[in-house]
């Protein structure tokens, strides 16, 4: 059996073309895609817009994966190895992050770096595993802890102590008051539009949270969009966490700006 000539591979260097009088064979060879070093800020730059959505949660992750970022002091890597994953939850624990706050940061984490490694960014990924979380009963604030709490958050900045205010009576959370505008508010009625179920509410006002929220005057055009436009989360979880070492809960892992929620809906039973 005569076998013809090996033809020459296509100028793509992809593949071979072999044949014979009785049978054609077809070879494939890939390319190897190098594998450089990135700093995790630099993954999250190029696929968070295809990992998560606009809105609030895609905000936290950006926080989530810039602390990471800073924690890792910006080193760049080709494979994120089980050591560095156990130092990076040890470090967040010292920082006083509970067990579920770490579980959520670690989901980003994952998240992103599974993307990355399925892209060919990096060689390998750690196992992640889940932190215990503790189930506890739900925390709320008494009415003497909320007096010394608020009455501190005062001393620091009026807008914070307004901003708290508004949160307990309301039961909203953080990022929906920091969000609110102007136009967001009626006489006896506050309605929220970007909430994390994704559906609007509308609850109404009481008496105090009406005084917090007055319409200030609009001098010289540099009136703030919304009530509390000119906190951020930042700068209000600071404020908090000052006040709240001040008065003595500094210990208490649950005792976090969600607790206001906590505590509203706890009255609100209460009140029947």
């Not at 260097?13 to 630099?42: D, M």
Request: charged fraction near 30%; aromatic fraction near 8%; include cysteine.
């Amino acid at each position: 059996m005569s076998n013809e000539a090996v033809q020459e591979a296509e100028a793509s260097g992809h593949f071979a073309f072999f044949s014979s009088q009785n049978s054609k064979f077809n070879y494939t060879f890939n390319k190897i895609r190098e594998v450089k070093s990135h700093r995790i800020g630099e993954l999250f730059a190029a696929y968070r817009d295809i990992l998560w959505d606009d809105g609030r949660h895609k905000y936290n992750v950006s926080s989530f994966i810039g602390e990471i970022d800073e924690i890792l002091l910006g080193e760049r890597f080709s494979t994120f190895d089980q050591n560095t994953l156990d130092n990076l939850i040890g470090t967040l624990r010292q920082r006083g992050n509970s067990n579920a706050t770490i579980n959520r940061k670690m989901a980003a984490l994952s998240k992103l770096l599974r993307k990355a490694h399925k892209m060919g960014d990096i060689h390998s990924l750690p196992e992640f595993r889940r932190q215990k979380e503790r189930a506890g009963r739900i925390r709320f604030l008494e009415r003497d802890e909320e007096a010394r709490l608020f009455a501190a958050i005062r001393s620091r900045s009026e807008d914070a102590y307004r901003l708290s205010v508004f949160l307990v009576d309301t039961g909203c959370r953080l990022g929906e008051a920091l969000g609110l505008i102007w136009n967001d508010i009626q006489e006896h009625r506050v309605s929220f539009w970007i909430t994390k179920s994704g559906r609007s509410r509308t609850i109404p006002m009481t008496e105090r949270v009406k005084e917090v929220i007055k319409l200030p005057p609009n001098t010289e055009g540099r009136r703030p969009k919304g009530p509390f436009t000119k906190l951020s989360q930042a700068q209000y979880r600071a404020i908090w966490n000052e006040a709240k070492a001040e008065v003595g809960l500094g210990a208490d892992e649950q005792v976090v700006p969600h607790i206001l929620r906590h505590t509203c809906a706890s009255r609100l039973v209460q009140g029947g």
